[in-house]
Antibody, heavy 120, light 110 residues
């Protein structure tokens, strides 16, 4: 059974930093590209970032480019999102999701998310 | 890039059909056959209902169908059931390794 467990979400002040983690199990983690998607409270879904299966390629939404860094450790079946210079508009539930086929850009498995709140 | 445009709400009686539109541009919806649809119940993670415009994942009822014409994709739910009441989001590949989601549609079963 595929399981994705996000963690690391807390309340942080504007301008602060945070590192989210996603522990994956039930599938061959290093076979799949991984994404982060977020959802602000009461709002819609927003794609955040993508990392290739080997970590060699990373991509970001314009809204987070230069502030967030996606990474992975295939030996630990884990995905990360380093979030710097946080803003109020980064407040959201952050989900990780594997991409079932390279370049398919759809997600058939989601975690339950971890909540990041940026507030003073 | 701006979010894809969906109607805020849609509704139908049990057994009826409802169709949700998802309008983008030639740089996203119109340019690629990588449109997906997700169902999200309150407090739950999204669930994939349609991918690559019209393909249904295993386990999704055939009451759910997807299509695309030009820059607009559509999700049709036939034979509406109470459990179909949820928020629905479309998404589309937008080139340059970017993905965009729709604004979301709340479906109400009357």
């Amino acid at each position: 059974e595929v399981q994705l467990v996000e963690s690391g979400g807390v309340v942080v002040q504007p301008g602060g930093s945070l590192r989210l983690s996603c522990a994956a199990s039930g599938f061959t983690f290093d076979d799949y590209a991984m994404h982060w998607v977020r959802q602000a409270p009461g709002k819609g879904l927003e794609w955040v970032s993508l990392i290739s299966w080997d970590g060699g390629s990373t991509y970001y939404a314009d809204s987070v480019k230069g502030r967030f860094t996606i990474s992975r450790d295939n030996s630990k079946n884990s995905l990360y999102l380093q979030m710097n210079s946080l803003r109020a508009e980064d407040t959201a539930l952050y989900y990780c999701a594997p991409e079932p086929e390279s370049g398919s850009y759809h997600f058939d498995y989601w975690g339950q998310g971890t909540l990041v709140t940026v507030s003073s | 890039q701006s979010a894809l445009t969906q109607p805020p709400s849609a509704s139908g009686s049990p057994g009826q059909s409802v169709t949700i539109s998802c309008t983008g541009t030639s740089s996203d919806v119109g340019g690629y056959n990588y449109v997906s649809w997700y169902q999200q119940h309150p407090g739950k993670a999204p669930k994939l209902m349609i991918y690559e415009v019209s393909k249904r994942p295993s386990g999704v009822p055939d009451r759910f169908s997807g299509s695309k014409s030009g820059n607009t994709a559509s999700l049709t739910v036939s034979g509406l059931q109470a459990e179909d009441e949820a928020d629905y989001y479309c998404s589309s590949y937008a080139g340059s390794n970017n993905l965009i989601f729709g604004t979301g549609t709340k479906v109400t079963v009357l």
